[in-house]
């Protein structure tokens, strides 16, 4: 890493996207891609049009990389964007629906049974979460954010995420004991 510790290097990472350093940009992907993409999916409810809103959000680092030198926290900055192209795509892909005939949706493969049923009922119980509890949880499960990083992310405090988190956390496990005892009987 260019001979700087970890931390110097993590630090001048927006720097160097800035400058076009074509390294940087592999390993802004390397850092980030996995939980932007766990979090894209997490909201949008289908990995091809995740990988899509990822791969957008990198193409448009390198469109406007001359704005990338004076964010302090890439993180957040990265993960806004996230949420921008999201809310774009999903707006986008709402006037679709409504021009086109309904498709039928895509059957996932070689998937175990048992864990679609816990994935829907996850994707089920925080959909009955209100959105500015749902956004924290799936921003610190899925995107592995700190509440410090939700709080630049969400424009909040940080007590204000820890709050929504625990009382999230506490909704989802009463919705899911509920699901659990309904399918039980």
């Not at 680092?61 to 949420?83: H, I, K, M, P, T």
């Not at 009922?121 to 749902?134: I, K």
């Amino acid at each position: 890493m260019n001979g700087t510790s970890g931390s110097e290097d993590w630090q001048a990472l927006p720097r160097r996207l800035a400058d076009g350093e074509p390294a940087a940009f592999a390993e802004a992907y390397d850092l980030y891609g996995g939980r932007l993409y766990r979090t894209a999916v997490r909201y949008l409810g289908c990995a091809t049009e995740a990988e899509d809103v990822v791969q957008e959000l990198f193409a448009s680092l390198v469109r406007s990389r001359d704005q990338l030198g004076n964010v302090e926290n890439l993180a957040s900055y990265l993960f806004v964007s996230l949420r921008r192209l999201i809310g774009r795509f999903s707006r986008d892909r709402r006037q679709r629906t409504h021009t086109t005939e309904p498709g039928v949706e895509a059957q996932a493969t070689n998937t175990d049974l048992a864990l679609m049923e816990l994935r829907e009922s996850l994707q089920v119980a925080l959909r009955q979460l209100p959105e500015d509890q749902r956004d924290v949880v799936i921003l610190k499960i899925d995107s592995e954010l700190t509440f410090a990083e939700i709080s630049a992310v969400l424009q909040v405090s940080p007590n204000t995420v820890a709050s929504r988190y625990r009382y999230a956390m506490e909704k989802l496990r009463k919705i899911l004991t509920r699901e659990e005892v309904r399918r039980d009987r």
